[in-house]
């Protein structure tokens, strides 16, 4: 992995006390699924400012990641817990009756396949995110996961070329914004500060099982602000 960015100085834990304390008063407030919506869309909303106005225009343009490139849309993403509740919150809402079933169905589904598979099991399965709907496109892109967030690219065919080499021996570098990387690393590591110290399930999960998790059960939410270990099947 190599690095295209602003070198321009940015103090990464400022901005982590910043993040810490907004998901800290905000997990406190929330009431329920769409309370702990509300929190992340504060935190993650946040992200997304400082990085826009981080990144030169220049710098935006070289990021070559857009609508329908879905081509790393096929690894495991970690997500938090609040991170699930708040995907599922919002495929709750946008969907209707069968179409939320069949969602469902269709992330259950995806869920069981990449249970035990490692990245390259699952790129050679061609095992895609089954939030990504008939254009490609990413289904949940407003509360996307920040694992995904951290992604960027400026050549999407070199981004295919090392979805390949990573199957093989070969090695394949990916250029990425390094700024916009650590930030949302970042933004992941000081909600799970936040978590930690309120004594809520810091356990990071696999994104489809998490999600899966959540819409079969409407009490998940409110047993996480408990302070409950949420616990999932083994198989």
């Known amino acids: 992995m190599s690095e295209a960015g602003s070198t321009v100085p940015f103090d ?3 901005y982590g006390g910043e993040i810490d304390d907004l998901a800290t008063r905000g997990l406190a407030d929330a009431a329920g699924a769409e309370g702990i919506r509300t ?3 504060r935190v993650t909303g946040r992200a997304e400012e400082v990085q826009a106005s981080r990144l030169s225009a220049n710098e935006q343009n070289l990021i070559a990641c857009g ?3 879905a081509d790393c849309c096929r690894v495991n993403v970690t997500v938090l817990l609040p991170e699930a509740i708040a995907i599922a919150a919002y495929l709750e809402e946008i969907g209707k009756g069968d179409e939320t079933n069949a969602i469902t169905m269709r992330v259950a589904d995806t869920a069981a396949r990449v249970r035990w598979m490692e990245d390259d099991e699952r790129i050679r399965a061609g095992v895609a995110c089954p939030f990504l709907d008939g ?3 990413c289904a949940i892109y407003p509360v996307r996961p920040l694992t995904c967030r951290a992604l960027s690219s400026t050549d999407p065919e070199q981004c295919r070329r090392a979805l390949a080499a990573h199957c093989s021996d070969e090695e394949e570098t990916i250029v990425v914004n390094i700024f916009q990387k ?4 970042g933004t992941f590591q000081s909600l799970a500060r936040a978590m930690e110290r309120a ?3 810091t356990t990071g999960r696999e994104l489809c099982r998490s999600v899966t998790r959540c819409l ?9 602000l408990a302070g409950k270990r ?3 099947p083994e198989s």
Do not use: H, V
């Open 12 to 14: 990464f834990s400022s």
């Open 230 to 232: 949420i616990k999932f």
């Open 39 to 41: 929190a992340m869309a």
């Open 67 to 69: 609508p329908g490139c």
């Open 135 to 137: 254009r490609g496109w």
């Open 199 to 201: 004594g809520l399930d």
């Open 216 to 224: 079969l059960d409407p009490r998940l939410a409110d047993d996480f």
């Open 182 to 185: 650590f930030l949302m690393e």
